[in-house]
């Protein structure tokens, strides 16, 4: 017996699997679906949606996915149904795109296990120098050329204080796949950072975060603290394939709640506005789905100074979720109305469109993205790549590299002092302040 039913994407043992089609649908099989038991009671604590086969399994995906769980929450699972598998997450479809569709499961539980041996192969102390292990990335990158038919090259890409990263290239597609040091600095196993926390934040990012805000996660292995074969694979993020803020003003941005919130955005954990590390992960400050929903559609309208409109989604979401989200927004500008740029102008109107069109936007924070980290070589790559380009030409006119460092800051500063003057007059229009 099959049953169909909508899931989160997963291949899960004993007859459970998934997988995400080209077009992002997905398609969950449960084989001998009488064995399905619902024990809500017994796992309320746990929140677990099903329990499969006496209670031995349980779908750990889901579990992750409905709230910011923590490695000991995890932990008692595993102990209480020790059969529940610790992979998480969906390979890409292109991956199996050539598999008989009776055959990816097995496929599926083969990449997983290659990647849960890879981890376990290259997992050490942060001491050991990467170079020690590229037999390891070698024999991994060509065992998954034969399972996906492209293909593939594994190389060292950089590493921080919990763990160590490498750019996978399979096919056209670039991922990141992260391993955890057996000795992280500073940060236990029992935080917000390492092999068990940052899965579990993926997992949670993956279906609560707007799109784009992190860098997709694909799969891995949730480790519990004496397990060496934690791993996750992301998507690679470079400034072709970030995302910028829909919200343009950054003193609006600021402003706002976001449902999932990266605490750590140092050392490159960021590119432009995509989030690449899962480590210190929160919760925003909201109540609910729908606070969000309409903090999103009041920002979109302050964003377009659109009165009118801003008045009609009040008439339509009238109530307390409103209330709160109104609240919010006036509280925080009263926080960052602190910020003072007397001591420079606003800009002019042959320089405005950095703060009120996109592309300019997106043009300016690449710009200064790579000023701001020496980075000459990507402030160059960028000029090669948009050489000619009409939002370019206008940004690079009255932002570059030639301009001193003080320069560089007086400018910043007028940016954002009239961000802050055009939200100072929306919010006064639309009574928030």
Same mark, same amino acid.
């Given at each position: 017996?099959?049953?169909?039913?909508?899931?989160?994407?997963?291949?899960?043992?004993?007859?459970?699997?998934?997988?995400?089609?080209?077009?992002?649908?997905?398609n969950?099989?449960?084989?001998n679906?009488?064995?399905?038991?619902?024990t809500?009671?017994?796992?309320?604590?746990?929140n677990i949606?099903?329990?499969?086969?006496?209670?031995?399994?349980?779908n750990?995906?889901k579990?992750?996915?409905?709230?910011?769980?923590?490695?000991?929450?995890?932990?008692?699972?595993?102990?209480?149904y020790?059969?529940?598998?610790?992979?998480m997450?969906?390979?890409?479809?292109?991956?199996?795109k050539?598999?008989?569709?009776?055959?990816?499961?097995?496929?599926?539980?083969?990449?997983?296990?290659?990647?849960?041996?890879?981890?376990?192969?290259?997992t050490?102390?942060r001491?050991?120098?990467?170079?020690?292990?590229?037999?390891?990335?070698?024999?991994?990158?060509l065992?998954?050329e034969?399972?996906?038919?492209?293909?593939?090259?594994?190389?060292?890409?950089?590493?921080?204080?919990?763990?160590?990263?490498y750019?996978l290239?399979?096919?056209?597609?670039n991922?990141?796949?992260?391993?955890?040091?057996t000795?992280?600095?500073?940060?236990?196993?029992?935080?917000?950072?390492?092999?068990?926390?940052?899965?579990?934040?993926?997992?949670?990012?993956?279906?609560?975060?707007p799109k784009?805000?992190?860098?997709?996660?694909?799969?891995?292995?949730?480790a519990?603290?004496?397990?060496?074969d934690?791993?996750m694979?992301?998507?690679?993020i470079d400034?072709d394939?970030?995302?910028?803020?829909?919200v343009?003003?950054?003193?609006?941005?600021?402003?706002?709640?976001?449902p999932?919130v990266?605490?750590?955005?140092?050392?490159?954990?960021?590119?432009?506005?995509?989030v690449?590390?899962?480590?210190?992960?929160?919760?925003?400050?909201?109540?609910?789905n729908?606070?969000?929903?309409?903090?999103?559609l &009041?920002? %979109? !309208? =302050? *964003?377009?100074?659109?009165?009118?409109?801003f008045?009609? $989604?009040? +008439?339509?979401?009238? #109530?307390?979720?409103?209330?709160?989200?109104?609240?919010g927004?006036?509280?925080?500008f009263?926080?960052?109305?602190?910020?003072?740029?007397?001591?420079?102008?606003?800009?002019?109107?042959?320089e405005?469109?950095?703060?009120?069109?996109?592309?300019?936007?997106?043009?300016?924070?690449m &710009?200064? %993205? !790579? =000023? *701001?980290?020496?980075?000459?070589?990507?402030?160059?790559? $960028?000029? +090669?790549?948009?050489? #000619?380009?009409?939002?370019?030409?206008?940004?690079?006119?009255?932002?570059?590299?030639?301009m001193?460092?003080?320069?560089?800051?007086?400018f910043?500063?007028r940016?954002?002092?009239?961000e802050?003057?055009?939200?100072?007059?929306?919010?006064s229009?639309?009574?928030?302040i």
């Open positions: 017996m099959k049953v169909f039913l909508k899931s989160p994407n997963i291949y899960y043992p004993d007859g459970i699997s998934t997988q995400s089609t080209k077009d992002g649908k997905k969950c099989i449960f084989e679906a009488g064995m399905l038991s619902n809500a009671d017994s796992l309320a604590a746990f949606p099903f329990v499969h086969k006496a209670d031995r399994i349980t750990l995906e579990y992750a996915a409905g709230d910011l769980r923590t490695p000991s929450q995890v932990e008692t699972i595993l102990k209480q020790p059969q529940t598998g610790r992979f997450g969906s390979i890409p479809f292109n991956w199996t050539d598999v008989k569709k009776e055959e990816i499961p097995e496929r599926t539980n083969q990449i997983f296990d290659l990647f849960a041996n890879f981890a376990r192969s290259v050490c102390a001491n050991n120098h990467h170079s020690n292990y590229k037999k390891q990335m070698d024999e991994c990158a065992n998954l034969k399972l996906t038919g492209e293909r593939t090259k594994m190389e060292y890409l950089g590493e921080g204080t919990i763990g160590r990263t750019k290239s399979v096919g056209e597609e991922f990141v796949v992260k391993t955890f040091f000795n992280p600095v500073g940060l236990g196993y029992y935080t917000r950072h390492g092999k068990g926390a940052e899965i579990l934040s993926a997992v949670y990012a993956k279906y609560n975060a784009g805000y992190f860098a997709d996660f694909y799969f891995g292995k949730f519990k603290k004496d397990d060496f934690g791993f694979v992301t998507k690679f400034y394939t970030a995302k910028t803020s829909y343009k003003n950054m003193m609006l941005d600021k402003m706002t709640e976001h999932v990266c605490g750590n955005l140092v050392n490159n954990n960021s590119v432009l506005d995509t690449v590390d899962y480590g210190e992960i929160t919760k925003g400050g909201l109540a609910n729908r606070q969000y929903k309409i903090q999103r &009041i920002v %979109s !309208a =302050l *964003l377009s100074e659109d009165v009118e409109r008045n009609n $989604i009040c +008439k339509q979401y009238e #109530g307390s979720d409103l209330d709160n989200v109104l609240n927004l006036s509280k925080s009263s926080l960052v109305s602190l910020c003072c740029y007397d001591d420079v102008t606003s800009l002019g109107e042959d405005i469109k950095i703060v009120t069109s996109d592309k300019h936007n997106r043009m300016f924070k &710009i200064f %993205s !790579a =000023l *701001l980290d020496n980075n000459n070589q990507l402030y160059e790559d $960028i000029v +090669k790549k948009n050489h #000619g380009k009409t939002e370019f030409e206008y940004v690079i006119r009255i932002f570059n590299k030639n001193t460092a003080e320069e560089r800051e007086i910043a500063r940016v954002r002092k009239t802050l003057e055009k939200l100072s007059g929306m919010l229009k639309t009574g928030i």
